[in-house]
């Protein structure tokens, strides 16, 4: 089983993706990539934590990244650029949870190191990390959760949910958002 973690920068995905794998025994997987590495290098890491027979947590995914981080710091999604088949990695996702906070949250960086170009952009990356998740996940049918670490912190609804969704992912179809409570 694979999951996905993403978000914004100062979301909450590492703190929710580590409670993943604490919790209900997933392996963490942190999220390759940047333009320093190599796509065919980006895609191999991909590929070989996808495929190792391990229920896995990843906090971030490349595929999703370059769609947002790519495309507002760089001016380019890598994988758009080189006629990647998105999808082939994408549909071997079991789960995605989208991290998505206030942006009041968000932009509350504090004393926290960020990459360059983060918080200048955080308002276009957010959007973008928005859009993906209603043209891509939502309306694909692809399990997709829409957490709120703020209004769940200490994970208790959100661990009933994962629970009661990671027996039986076939069937999930729904969103549930905390913002409102409702399934979507």
């Given at each position: 089983m694979n999951v996905v973690v993403?978000?914004?920068?100062?979301?909450?995905?590492?703190?929710?993706?580590?409670?993943?794998?604490?919790?209900?025994?997933?392996?963490?997987?942190?999220?390759?990539?940047?333009?320093?590495?190599?796509?065919?290098?980006?895609?191999?890491?991909?590929?070989?934590?996808?495929?190792?027979?391990?229920?896995?947590?990843?906090?971030?995914?490349?595929?999703?990244?370059?769609?947002?981080n790519g495309i507002v710091l760089r001016g380019a999604d890598r994988f758009d650029d080189e006629y990647i088949d998105k999808d082939h990695f994408l549909s071997q996702i079991d789960m995605f949870i989208y991290a998505c906070p206030s942006m009041d949250t968000v932009k509350n960086f504090g004393d926290r190191e960020q990459m360059d170009g983060i918080i200048d952009n955080i308002d276009k990356l957010r959007d973008l990390y928005t859009i993906f998740t209603e043209n891509e996940l939502a309306c694909k049918g692809r399990p997709l959760f829409i957490f709120d670490w703020t209004k769940?912190?200490?994970?208790?609804?959100?661990?009933?949910?994962?629970?009661?969704?990671?027996?039986?992912?076939?069937?999930?179809?729904?969103?549930?958002?905390?913002?409102?409570g409702a399934f979507a």
């Open positions: 993403y978000g914004c920068d100062n979301s909450g995905k590492t703190s929710l993706a580590n409670h993943i794998a604490d919790k209900f025994g997933f392996e963490y997987v942190r999220s390759k990539g940047g333009p320093k590495m190599q796509t065919k290098e980006v895609l191999d890491y991909l590929e070989e934590n996808l495929n190792n027979g391990k229920k896995s947590v990843f906090d971030r995914f490349s595929i999703i990244e370059e769609f947002t769940d912190s200490d994970y208790k609804k959100f661990d009933g949910w994962f629970e009661a969704t990671i027996e039986n992912t076939a069937n999930v179809k729904k969103i549930l958002d905390f913002g409102t």
